[in-house]
Each structure stands twice: as C-alpha cells, then as structure tokens.
C-alpha cells in the first residue's frame, strides 16, 4: 500500500430506521470488510427517528468503535432524506452510501473505492436481481420505464441508494437544495463521471423493509413530479384533443346539411355538442398554459444550481 493512499478517508453513510435487531451484525458484517482495507474510515449511522431501541444499539456500536459516528434526527423524515443528513456530515474523499438491512453487501466496498482511486467520481452499484417481493420488483420495472419516458434524466433500472460519491461528487449534490429528494435522479442529473457496478441483492438479514407502500408511492412521486413536467401537458394535449373533436362535430353536422337531411338531427344537440367541446378544449388549453408556467415557477423555485463546475485552471 502506498502512504498516499492510506491516508485516503472513506465515509460510509447509512441511514437506519427500526432496525434494532439487525444492526448489529450488518454493522459486524462492514467491520469485517473495511478492517482489511488501509484507508480510514468513518461510518456515519444516521437514525431516522427509530422508535424501537435502534438508537441504543448504535450508541453502543460508537462507544466499542471510534469509527462510529451516530446522527440522530429529530422525527422520521424517510431514507432519502436521512441519506441527506449523513452525506451533509460525511468529510471524508469518498462517500459511500448504502442500507442498514444487509440488502447491500459490504464486499463491495474494496471494488467501490477501486474504481474511485481510477477516477470515477460516482460508483452506483446497480441490482442484477432483486432479492425482494415479486410486487416490488414488477413496480420498480414499471416504474423506470415511466420516468425514463417522461425526464430528461435517464436513470438507471435497479440502481438502489448504494453508491459511492467522490468530494467532488457530494458537494455538488450538496448544492441541489431542493427540498423533494429523490437522490437516484439527482446524481444522474448532476452528472460527472460515473461507472455501474452491478450486485446481487441479498434477502434482509432480519425485520422488515421499511417502506410501505405509501412510502414508495411518495418516492415515485418526488420522482416524477421533480424530474418531469409531462404531467403539467397533459391538460395542454387534452385540451388540444378537445378542439379536434369539436371540429370532427362540426364536419359531422355539416355532412347533414348537405344531404338535405337535417330531420334526423335531433334538435339542439348539434349546438349544445358544439359548445361543450369547443369551451372544454379551451378550458383545458388555458389550464395547460398555467400549468406550463407554474413548472417553470417551480424549476426556479428549486434554485438548483444551473451547472456544476468540474476543474479550475489557473
Ligand atoms: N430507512 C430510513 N427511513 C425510512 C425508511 C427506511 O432510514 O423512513 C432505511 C432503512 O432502515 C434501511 C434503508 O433505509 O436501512 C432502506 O430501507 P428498506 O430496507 O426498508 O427498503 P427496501 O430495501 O425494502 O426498499
Ligand atoms: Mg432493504
């Protein structure tokens, strides 16, 4: 080993929330792994309002390791933005993100920082085969099909909040001051130079996942109502649907007209037909315009910065 590269700090941030039975042996599960390797390490457990004895066991991990540092947050505000707390905390020349639950192995850690030291400013490992339910893998498919479809930020299939960042990397993220989350997409947006690394996800190595459903539906929400304006067209497009329709009537009544056979118009319905669509396809157009404008309000209102600087000469 190099002088260099040992005094290279390594941070590893993980987010934690009732997992009282577990983090005790994921914890033994990473000691293993980053006591073979020379950098120094600080591992940031960032309890996310836990109500069971979570805190407790990881105190105690701070008290018996010096490694061990323990944030903890005032109430559950969910995974992504306790990830946020511990990459705010975390000092060190490379972040690695990863879950409580034993999801993410530890062996991966070595190749992580590897492939930092060969310059890659964002390691994303990348799940092969999801170890979970057969509904949460369906969901997750379907899931990034739609946001690819719809944003301008491409994400990657199966890429989980188990990455490494390089100082560069976590800075720029910590500029995005955005308060709906969604990191996956963040890291995408923000660019950099990038490798994937793909894993096998294990079973949780005890207790249950955490995210309910409802959790995973305000996830996908934060996504797609942060990474696309799509949803704000689509009155735009109704509206535009609407205006085709009424055209269509008019055609249709016309042809009536024109054969001489208005009888078999029942009476009043041409003109009531015509003025529902003509005003719904106005009402949705204009609606769409609001829309259009409270997107861009809202892309301000973000301040997320408009580039990232990657080197200064000078
Ligand atoms: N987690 C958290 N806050 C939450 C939900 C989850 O900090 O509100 C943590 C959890 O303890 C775990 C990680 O985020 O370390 C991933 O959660 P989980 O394993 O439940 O998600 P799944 O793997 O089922 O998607
Ligand atoms: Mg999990």
Redesign the pocket.
């Known amino acids: 080993m190099s002088p260099r590269k040992s005094k290279l700090r390594v941070d590893l941030v ?4 009732n ?1 009282q039975g577990v983090v005790e042996q994921t914890y033994e599960d990473v000691r293993k792994v980053i006591d073979a390797l020379p950098y120094k390490f600080t591992i940031y457990y960032v309890d ?1 309002g836990s109500e069971d004895g979570t805190v407790e066991s990881l105190n105690a991990l701070a008290r018996r390791d010096k490694r061990v540092v323990v944030l903890e947050l005032s109430r ?1 505000f ?2 992504q933005a ?1 990830l946020t707390a511990g990459l705010d905390a975390a000092q060190g020349d490379f972040v690695i993100s990863m ?3 034993g ?1 993410h192995p530890p062996s991966l850690i070595p190749q992580m920082i590897d492939l930092f030291l060969q310059g890659y400013d964002v390691v994303q490992a990348q799940r092969v085969e999801a170890g ?1 339910t057969s509904f949460k893998r369906l969901t997750s498919a379907a899931f990034y099909r739609i946001i690819n479809a719809i944003s301008g930020t491409q994400m990657v299939p199966g890429a989980a909040d188990f990455r490494g960042l390089s100082r560069q990397a976590v800075d720029a993220l910590k500029s995005m001051p955005e308060y709906h989350r969604f990191l996956r997409g963040m890291v995408s947006a923000m660019g950099y130079k990038s490798v994937i690394l793909p894993y096998h996800e294990t079973g ?1 190595v005890g207790g249950r ?3 309910s459903l409802g ?1 995973m539906v305000r996830l996908a929400m934060d996504a797609i109502f942060s990474f696309s304006l799509v949803p704000l067209y689509i009155g735009m497009s109704a509206g535009v649907i609407f205006l085709c329709l009424a055209a269509l009537e008019m055609v249709y009544v016309y042809s009536f007209w024109l054969k001489g056979d208005t009888v078999s118009l029942a009476p009043g319905w041409s003109s009531l037909m015509f003025v529902i669509l003509i005003a719904s396809g106005v009402i949705l157009i204009v609606l769409g315009f609001i829309g259009v404008y409270i997107g861009y309000i809202f892309q301000q209102v973000k301040q997320r910065p408009v580039y990232h600087l990657k080197k200064r000469a000078e």
């Open positions: 993980i987010p934690v929330y997992e996310d559950n969910g995974h306790a879950d409580a639950d999801q979970g949780r996942s955490k995210y959790k």
